[in-house]
């Protein structure tokens, strides 16, 4: 890490600054979608050189922003910030950096969709199979629990596989 005071960086950079460089819209009331928690209505408000989200609470300086937006260490966002001392090749680095973890943090929560959907579905079958289960060996089993039977097993198996 280069010898940089801290404090200069915090004040060199304004969260305008910082915002356009990672291609952030400010809307006109200086807001803008919170990237840290899950939002429609734009709740983080933009100071000059700090922030703070009505929604969730997280609020910062430009360092603490670059930090959590890029995943960085503290030292990588000093580096980042730190901007002509930063050659082309290290800020794509960080920026695919970023790009890693938000792919892996949607295929997390695919997964987890995927997951809760299939639960769901085993829920339903499950109530099914009890519901139309045959009362006598005499009696001829109703569709609805023959086809619980046989699927129930097949969303077991890819439950499974999901964890
Ligand atoms: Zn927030």
Known sequence: MNKIDVSEVKLRYSMKDILERLGIEINKKGFICCPFHNEKTPSL???????????????????????????????????Y?????????????????KRDYDKAKSEEQ???????????????????RKEFAPVSQFEQPH????????ELPLIEHELDNLK
């Open 110 to 128: 695919e997964r987890k969709q995927k997951y809760d959907a299939l639960m769901d579905k085993w829920i339903r079958l499950d109530r099914q």
């Open 81 to 97: 910030l730190g901007g002509a001392s930063l050659s082309f090749s290290e800020q794509r680095k960080i920026m695919n950096r």
């Open 45 to 79: 408000k933009i100071y000059e050189h700090s922030y703070f989200c009505f929604g969730c609470g997280t609020g910062g300086d430009v360092i603490d922003f670059v930090k959590h937006y890029l995943n960085l260490t503290f030292p990588e966002a000093i580096e």
């Open 143 to 150: 569709e609805k629990f023959i086809e619980a039977i046989k």
